[in-house]
């Protein structure tokens, strides 16, 4: 696991359903995924059904959970900010917000280095 030099913050309607998902789930643990069958969504899962791997990229938390980007990922989005925000609609299957008619996406805005 690598630690990132970019950052992931979450809107406030993000961290209130994260924080509204903790009370009913326990800790979380959010992996952007990059897989085929969600596309490039932000996945949230209870935190103890979650194993990180060797190659993923901890970005920081967001409401108090870890976010983590697979290392191929990262390497394509290294020089963006990730943005989490919520927007109704169906989520991902196994990410748990779906259940709440809600899904997480990720925005992104070039990072810019200082001089």
């Not at 961290?15 to 969504?41: K, M, N, V, W």
């Not at 949230?44 to 983590?68: Q, S, T, W």
């Amino acid at each position: 696991m690598t630690e990132a030099t970019i950052g992931v913050t979450a809107t406030l309607e993000t961290e209130a359903l994260i924080h509204e998902l903790h009370s009913r789930h326990g800790p979380l643990i959010f992996h952007q995924s990059g897989g085929c069958c969600d596309g490039s969504a932000p996945m949230c899962y209870p935190r103890e059904e979650f194993r990180v791997g060797v190659h993923d990229v901890y970005l920081g938390n967001i409401a108090g959970e870890p976010f983590y980007i697979g290392g191929e990922q990262y390497k394509l989005w290294a020089h963006t900010n990730l943005i989490i925000d919520v927007v109704e609609g169906r989520g991902a299957g196994f990410s748990l917000e779906a259940p709440e008619g809600k899904r997480f996406i990720t925005r992104s805005e070039v990072h810019v280095a200082p001089d």
